[in-house]
Each structure stands twice: as C-alpha cells, then as structure tokens.
C-alpha cells in the first residue's frame, strides 16, 4: 500500500531529499496531479498546522536542484564578473542560498564568478491573485547596470507579465547581458510563454507558500514549498 505522497519509485528520506523518477520530468516539471507529501512526514512550525494541505517540494530537493543551477550558471557565466539582482521579498531565500552554492563552487571549480549582489523589491499580488499593478521599489538604484553582465534571481514566475515588465525596466539601464534564474515557474491558461534562463522547478497552478514564499506575509517561515487550505487563504486574506 501506498501512502499520500509517495512518489511510487521514488523515496524520502530524513532531510526530505527524494529519489524522484515518476513525479520530475526530463523538464523539471512536477506533474499536475501529484499531491504532495503528507504534513506528518515532515517537520514546520505548529502554528500553520491548520493552514496546509500538503509538502508539495521538501526542502532537500528545494537544495539539490539548487546545486545543479548553481553548476549550470557556472559553466554558462564563470569568468565573467555579474551583477546579482535579487527581487525581494520572495527571492530572497532562494538568492541566498544560490549564491552560497556558487561560492562554493568557486573554491572548488578552475573557473570562478566574481559576484556584486544588489536588491530590488516587485509587489503585484493581492491575497492568492497577480494583478496588472505592479509596484518597483530600489528602480531608482539600478543606473550601476549599465554595461554590466545581470542576472535577475526570482523566486516565482507565474503569468510571466512581471518579469516581462522588469526585464523592459532593467533594459533601460542598458546592461550588457540579462540572464534570470527562478526557482519556481508556473504553468497558467494565462501565461505568456516567458521561460527564464535558469529554472528550479516547473510546477502546476497551485499557490504554493514557504521557502520565503508568502501569502499576505504569512509563511516566509516555512522550511518546505507547501500548498495552502482554502481555509488559509479565508483566514489570512486583507
């Protein structure tokens, strides 16, 4: 018998990494009918004990993955100094552990990638929803791009408008190259087809909370990707 949210010819072990074979394509993507982890398999914080339906992506494979974008921004950029673009506020757990693997990877690699990391913050959901108004904080700040290899590290793309929309921003600065790394892309009846550089995960419409990622403010401090309750989403919406 088989338990909600085994992966079938996968496993998971104590830290939450997971032999995956059934779940993950060939293209990262994680199928739109798998139901994620049972709650009891792992540890978070009690007081969301009532707010999740599942562990959608534990945290180990969260940092697996990341090692292997880490290795792919290596090989694609190494030697050339870059500019670190990290958009706040749900980047920025996601930035802070890929530049970390990076680093190692500079101690460690004939190649290295001289690092600047600089911040900006994007604000376009209201509760569960992305909405056309998109607000940029620290925009005024970005005139020290110009000429400069970027790469924009995002911890979502959903309908692909946003980034489309800071990509014409950051244009304008006139940097010599743009490259953007998401952890996590959305697949949407909506979408435009925006496909970052770089991509963690391909993941179904769901509204997935954690890893920094929040609802309202809620949740950035969860260890795991999880999927909120509908109940969540009543009890924490403004």
Not at 137 to 160: C, P, Q
Request: aromatic residues 8%.
């Amino acid at each position: 018998m088989r338990h909600h949210g085994s992966l079938g010819d996968g496993g998971v072990v104590g830290d939450g990494r997971v032999v995956v074979r059934r779940v993950f394509s060939m293209r990262r993507a994680i199928r739109d009918d798998w139901p994620g982890y049972a709650l009891d398999l792992f540890t978070y914080p009690k007081h969301y004990s009532e707010d999740l339906e599942c562990v959608y992506i534990p945290h180990g494979v969260i940092m697996d993955r990341i090692e292997r974008l880490a290795r792919n921004i290596m090989d694609d950029l190494g030697d050339h100094d870059i500019v670190v673009l990290c958009v706040l506020k749900g980047g920025y757990q996601f930035c802070a552990d890929l530049v970390e693997r990076i680093k190692v990877l500079c101690c460690n690699s004939s190649k290295t990638l001289p690092m600047r990391v600089d911040f900006i913050r994007l604000k376009s959901y209201l509760n569960d929803q992305s909405t056309e108004d998109l607000h940029i904080v620290g925009a005024e700040n970005l005139s020290a791009l110009s000429g400069k290899n970027v790469l924009i590290v995002e911890a979502i793309v959903d309908t692909g408008k946003t980034m489309k929309t800071l990509l014409d921003h950051v244009k304008a600065f006139r940097p010599k190259m743009i490259k953007v790394a998401s952890l996590l892309v959305k697949r949407v009846p909506c979408g435009t087809g925006y496909v970052p550089d770089y991509v963690g995960f391909e993941i179904a419409n769901r509204f997935v909370v954690g890893y920094a990622l929040d609802y309202n403010e809620y949740f950035r401090d969860l260890h795991h990707l999880c999927v909120i309750s509908d109940s969540a989403k009543q009890k924490y919406k403004v």
